[in-house]
């Protein structure tokens, strides 16, 4: 029973309607009164609900900046510009460069959802298997591996874009320039586009991880009548 919960969990993160079915047919029936095709129906719909619900949460407005587990702050160099910065009495300043990146990420993750379903579409029953045995975000690792390169090409001029339409280039230009005219301090000059790209990608990784736990733990995340009688299985 606990191996069949595992490959529930497994298949509503990453398979398509096609694997389902055929990875469903070799389960074990015991009389539990679902049949294989609402088994491939429920899993789908979970699968559509969670990478839906993930994505829209972080194209949303402020879908980075409101949300601590992966808002964008400043490269490690810089955190010492927003903190002099606010220092001197510049925190607006400060903050609308915050949001600005974080603005980009929202903007780029818009395109994540296809190339998603494209790795959920080409699992094999061996990755599903491989999944079984590993960690509790084992499925967010094998579509990590599978869609970072290409979220990344796809990420990384959106990004730039984003930064050119709003005049972030400007602003941070701005930025940087008031604070390497502070006496003493060390003069920095980032590459923000490259490391805004990065922390969008780990921000999309990160909540797919949240809600790959969630539908382990929660009975509340199965959110239809055939959700629930689907996951009656796995309990």
């Known amino acids: 029973?606990?191996?069949?919960?595992?490959?529930v969990i497994v298949l509503i993160?990453?398979?398509?309607?096609?694997?389902?079915?055929q990875i469903v047919n070799q389960l074990p029936q015991q009389g539990t009164g679902v049949t294989n095709l609402e088994i491939g129906q429920g899993l789908q719909e979970a699968l559509n609900i969670g990478i839906d619900?993930?994505?829209?949460?972080?194209?949303?407005?402020d879908g980075f900046y409101n949300n601590a587990l992966v808002k964008i702050l400043l490269p490690e160099e810089l955190r010492k510009v927003d903190k002099t910065l606010r220092d001197i009495g510049l925190g607006k300043m400060a903050d609308e460069g915050l949001r600005i990146l974080n603005r980009a990420a929202e903007t780029a993750v818009g395109e994540a959802t296809p190339i998603f379903i494209?790795?959920?579409?080409?699992?094999?029953?061996?990755?599903?298997k491989n999944i079984l045995l590993g960690n509790d975000d084992a499925a967010t690792q094998y579509l990590s591996n599978k869609t970072q390169t290409a979220l990344y090409a796809k990420f990384n001029p959106i990004i730039r874009s984003s930064f050119e339409k709003v005049g972030a280039?400007?602003?941070?230009?701005?930025?940087?320039?008031?604070?390497?005219?502070?006496?003493l301090v060390k003069k920095v000059n980032p590459n923000l586009t490259e490391y805004v790209t990065n922390e969008a990608l780990k921000g999309v990784y990160t909540m797919i991880s949240v809600e790959e736990k969630e539908i382990r733990n929660k009975v509340s995340s199965r959110t239809t009548d055939l959700l629930r009688k689907v996951f009656t299985l796995q309990d």
């Open 118 to 128: 494209d790795a959920v579409k080409g699992i094999t029953f061996v990755d599903a």
């Open 1 to 7: 029973m606990k191996k069949k919960a595992l490959l």
């Open 53 to 61: 619900k993930q994505v829209s949460k972080l194209t949303a407005t």
């Open 13 to 21: 993160q990453l398979l398509s309607c096609g694997e389902l079915q």
């Open 169 to 183: 280039d400007a602003i941070w230009n701005n930025l940087i320039t008031r604070y390497n005219s502070i006496p």
